[in-house]
């Protein structure tokens, strides 16, 4: 077996596509450290857009419900959709590592991952908020 054919990417050294020239861009440590750190910038975006959704949405089941929403469970809901938002935003800075590991233009994917992901949060927001609504009311 010939050493080119043994050849793959590691943490160390970047994958640019071809055998021949392993040492071309910058190693994964280094694109992680550059995406979370933008990723970072982005998460005060993120926070801020999905607490206005969410407040849009509570606010008139407070007023609808009375203060149910307002309550212990209520407000333990609404913390556990928080972590979990937080906990799905990391796939973004995850999959742009790797996009650009494997040599692809950043920017379309970064702004395409951001906007998809934050719909998608804001979708599971409606439904998890409604969902709860319902069996408080119930």
Request: aromatic share 12%.
């Amino acid at each position: 077996m010939s050493d080119s054919a043994d050849i793959s990417p590691t943490i160390d050294t970047p994958f640019t596509g071809n055998s021949s020239s392993n040492h071309a861009g910058p190693s994964l440590l280094s694109l992680a450290r550059s995406v979370f750190i933008e990723w970072e910038r982005l998460r005060i975006v993120y926070i801020v857009t999905l607490g206005a959704f969410t407040m849009m949405l509570a606010v008139p089941g407070v007023f609808y419900n009375g203060s149910q929403l307002l309550s212990m469970r209520g407000l333990l809901m609404i913390a556990e959709g928080a972590i979990v938002a937080n906990i799905i935003y990391f796939a973004g800075p995850t999959t742009e590592t790797y996009y650009r590991w494997l040599g692809y233009d950043r920017k379309s994917c970064r702004w395409f991952l951001f906007l998809s992901g934050t719909l998608l949060t804001a979708v599971l927001a409606i439904v998890f908020l409604s969902s709860r609504l319902i069996s408080v009311q119930n």
